[in-house]
């Protein structure tokens, strides 16, 4: 690359197409730019090839493993100077994605929590059912004190509904599997709920308005790993000065 | 990658950055699938830092063409089997591009041209300085034996406000200044008005009431972009069966 491009961030997506999309216009965002210039440089490898993550997780299915580290490679072989994935489940092989890794890899997870209201207690995380299987969601919470609070077999088959819809581009359907979803879980005592899966915040947005009548905060984790990336770029030095 | 990985489109992207997400947002709309895995393999290189375009044709401002071939060389070497470039004004050196490419390339303004409706005789262009300066419509628009309308300097300083105004970030000021454009081309007898330039599909997009108005068919670069790689991809077998 010539000397004025930027630190490459490599963003392994694809996990879906529409979520990895998603990530980068918050990345683009969140940036301070008046022009091309400012913003900063990102290879994205959109590799929806990759095999089911929740079904490898709960019904051993193919594993995306193979998959997941040939998209490391691929990104490490083009300089990518940070790795981040906009796809939750696919961090139940975070430790050996990392292990494979030549650059620094931020984790969706520690992003949301970091996100979460001060003094929260307990707190609902609404993922695919490899990623409550996984359990890394748990761990991260109980790490800070915080009770998860799981989704029952009714809950997360909404979940789950809502999830196949946005990855066959239907919103307006996924909204509506996910709203008894978010309901119930405020009825249950959550304080906040994680949105653990790339996906949901896209079936979320239409539903603003009722969420914040529930008074329960949503937290994005496509969101929240976009301000991680930026926040890792403006302490390297990778945004522009004085826009 | 592994063998179950579909054939890489590269994405030669940040120019500017919106655009190129909006670009991979169409691809992702027009992709006949119901699950990730029936979706096309995108690696993206979304490198902003590339010098502006159009100010290095009007005005011999820094050229973009060594970062241009930078992203090309990237992208052959990662074995993108087609590359797009979703800025029009960068298509003033697709031949430079395209020498150095192993990959074959499509060319936006190609892919425009053949989306206007039959029968229109007088089209009018919106798009960079740099690229009307380039004159690469004109010329796509006469060999079809099409007469380019050419905005005037106050029309065209309306499209530059436009662009500047969706570089950053700034939707609202982008239609406001665009539509005044749109309204005297109209004026001037333009059947079609064609968007050449990739962020001017984003300011449109709230105008579409007003365009529809109008009468006057507006052709979106960056979609016409979108279709001519899907169309690709559906004549190499690279989409899903039976979706």
Redesign the interface.
């Known amino acids: 690359?010539?000397a004025?491009?930027?630190p490459l961030i490599g963003v392994l997506g694809?996990?879906?197409?529409?979520a990895?999309?998603d990530f980068?216009?918050r990345v683009?965002?969140l940036t301070p730019?008046?022009?091309?210039?400012?913003?900063?440089?990102?290879?994205?490898?959109?590799?929806?090839?990759?095999?089911?993550r929740s079904t490898a997780i709960i019904d051993g299915g193919p594993s995306p493993l193979?998959?997941l580290l040939?998209g490391i490679d691929?990104l490490n072989?083009?300089d990518a100077a940070l790795i981040v994935v906009p796809c939750n489940s696919a961090h139940h092989w975070i430790d050996a994605m990392r292990a494979r890794s030549a650059a620094p890899m931020l984790h969706i997870g520690e992003a949301c929590v970091a996100a979460l209201p001060a003094g929260v207690t307990r707190v609902a995380v609404l993922a695919t059912g490899g990623t409550m299987v996984s359990g890394f969601y748990q761990t991260l919470l109980r790490n800070r004190g915080i009770t998860p609070i799981e989704p029952d077999h009714a809950v997360q088959q909404h979940v789950t509904d809502c999830i196949?819809e946005v990855?066959?581009?239907n919103i307006p359907a996924s909204a509506e599997a996910l709203s008894p979803a978010i309901r119930i879980l405020a009825e249950q005592g959550a304080e906040a709920v994680i949105m653990g899966c790339t996906e949901i915040p896209l079936a979320a947005r239409p539903l603003s308005a009722f969420a914040a009548e529930l008074g329960v905060p949503l937290i994005d984790s496509t969101l929240a790993l976009a301000h991680a990336t930026v926040d890792f770029a403006r302490e390297k030095g990778w945004l522009a000065q004085g826009v």
Chains 1, 2 share one sequence.
């Open positions: 690359m010539t004025m491009q930027k694809g996990m879906g197409p529409l990895t999309v980068m216009q683009i965002e730019a008046s022009r091309d210039q400012d913003h900063l440089a990102l290879l994205v490898a959109n590799l929806p090839s990759t095999p089911d193979p998959a040939d691929l072989r083009n196949r990855k066959a581009g």
